[in-house]
């Protein structure tokens, strides 16, 4: 069997007309697509931003719901196998409105916070400021359910829907909360996230539509296809680094802890609280007795064990962890 009927059966493959109608909020009736754009757009970002700042997993899968974002995306897709520049200029200007929109609800948002450092250390920002490869993974998976879902006339347009929104509106959300609390450096890890999930979903749907046969149907130009591809292969390298960095950071980071656990040795009541490598520092929070082993030593080992040779910093608390 083909790998495009697999995917797409051709008894379930929706056209390229209908494809257009539902990704092209420029066709049809507009005024009907454009109000429910932005009417879905600002409710999915309230629900998404009240649930980060009130650290309410219920409340962001709420907004999960509600995927407004993903039809511009995919427009942006679809627009670059049937090679067509002014559906992908019209898409990208939605895309980008979208996150302006977004992220400036989140500052409005953070403004009224009573104490901004909390809601900068709940776990929905905290899980969403530092992306790792596996939320790339995560992302190009989220792709090919749209692209399947999209293109088939069988299967429920929800599912794009859910899958789409956990990688879209929150972490726009987050950027909008710790841009407001004056936490630009968080901001910028959410907004990695973000990218790399746009990225990622335009790859797997231009790859999808492609075994799909849509750039044939629609006969677009292969050279302005190859240069759209150039495009987006460079754009993905770009997300995938910060990326790439934050997966090596936490595997240096687990390996300089069980490092420093050896280090601390038989201490009474010694335990190692956290451990944060950035830029070329790596910080140790250790609980532990008066005198600890020379920080020499511990120095040492993590030079063996990360490449670029980082600092160790050791902040030490004097106590010991009591157990009944």
């Known amino acids: ?12 493959r929706r056209s390229l007309d209908e494809l257009t ?17 932005w009417i879905m757009l ?16 219920a409340t962001v899968i709420g907004a999960m719901i509600v995927a407004p974002l993903s039809v511009p995306i995919l427009g942006v897709a679809l627009g670059v ?32 916070l009573p104490n901004p450092v909390n809601v900068l250390t709940n776990a929905q920002v905290v899980g969403r400021t530092s992306p790792k490869l596996m939320d790339l993974t995560a992302a190009l998976a989220t792709g090919l359910v749209a692209a399947v879902a999209i293109t088939r006339r069988d299967v429920g347009d929800v ?19 710790c841009l407001g609390s004056d936490a630009p450096s968080l901001a910028l890890g959410a907004f990695v996230l973000f990218a790399s999930n746009v990225v990622a979903m335009i790859i797997t749907v231009t790859a999808v539509l492609l075994i799909a046969g849509y750039a044939g149907e ?14 987006l292969g460079a754009a993905l390298v770009l ?37 944060t490598v950035q830029g070329d520092t790596a910080t140790v929070s250790v609980l532990g007795p008066q005198q600890l082993p020379p920080v ?9 064990l990360v490449p670029f040779d980082p600092k160790v910093i050791v902040v030490h608390t004097v106590g010991a962890r009591l157990e009944d």
């Open 42 to 57: 600002v409710l999915s970002a309230v629900i998404a931003i009240s649930g980060v700042i009130g650290d309410s997993t």
């Open 296 to 304: 020499a030593e511990l120095q040492d080992v993590v030079d063996d």
């Open 239 to 275: 997300v995938a680094i910060p990326m790439v960095i934050n997966s090596l950071s936490t595997l240096w980071a687990g390996q300089i802890a069980d490092a420093t656990r050896d280090w601390l040795g038989d201490a009474p009541g010694a335990q190692v609280i956290d451990v």
């Open 159 to 177: 599912l794009p829907g859910v899958a789409i929104a956990i990688s879209l509106v929150p972490p726009l959300g987050v950027v909008g909360v």
């Open 81 to 112: 196998v049937t090679g067509r520049a002014a559906l992908v200029g019209r898409s990208l200007i939605l895309v980008l409105a979208g996150i302006v929109v977004v992220v400036a609800l989140g500052f409005v948002f953070a403004q009224v």
């Open 1 to 12: 069997m083909p790998a495009s009927d697999f995917l797409v059966p051709a008894d379930q």
């Open 21 to 37: 109608d539902k990704l092209d909020l420029s066709v049809g009736a507009v005024t009907a697509k454009r109000s429910a754009f």
């Open 218 to 231: 629609a006969q677009a130009s292969s050279a302005r296809r190859g240069r759209a591809y150039l495009v």
